[in-house]
């Protein structure tokens, strides 16, 4: 919380966001390499730590983070174990039945949803998702298939 805090503050001061993260993410995968062009891209990263959702417009070698999104509570166990328990407790409700101890069931739920931090993303960068040419997942979790079928529904069905 300190270091969220300090964050802020340093934010503030500057009057600009902290886009490391975004800029080395896209230096990581290419971005860059062979294409022409502007290029708006949707880097979506469910990290252990933090979700972030950036949105980048590249053109000729330039990167210009035109927003960022997420949630600094909101990665890896945290995102699993608040929705396991809220479906723990659904199916309690609805069926009067406690999986909360059955291994299978709860590993069938660690299915995460969550595109909130995209539609801010785009709407801080004032862009339709019509927009954007191209996504990016960064991290273990987006190879989780729900996750993928999010984003693609999300998108109206492109890969």
């Not at 730590?49 to 210009?64: A, K, P, Q, R, W």
Request: net charge positive; hydrophobic share 35%; charged share 35%.
């Amino acid at each position: 919380m300190v270091l969220v805090k300090m964050k802020e503050i340093a934010e503030a001061y500057l009057g600009q966001k902290d886009h490391q993260r975004a800029n080395s993410c896209s230096d990581r995968h290419g971005l860059d390499k062979g294409k022409k062009g502007e290029r708006n891209v949707l880097i979506f990263d469910p990290g252990g730590g933090t979700f972030d959702v950036s949105i980048l417009t590249i053109e000729d070698g330039i990167f210009e983070v035109k927003s960022t999104a997420g949630d600094t509570h909101l990665g890896g166990e945290d995102f699993d174990n608040r929705l396991v328990n809220h479906f723990v407790e659904e199916f309690k409700r609805k069926h009067k039945k406690d999986i909360s101890q059955n291994k299978r069931a709860l590993r069938r739920l660690r299915q995460p949803r969550n595109t909130r931090a995209v539609e801010k993303a785009l709407r801080d960068a004032k862009m339709d998702k019509s927009q954007v040419h191209e996504i990016v997942l960064v991290g273990g979790s987006t190879r989780i298939p729900k996750i993928q079928k999010l984003l693609q529904d999300f998108f109206n069905g492109r890969n």
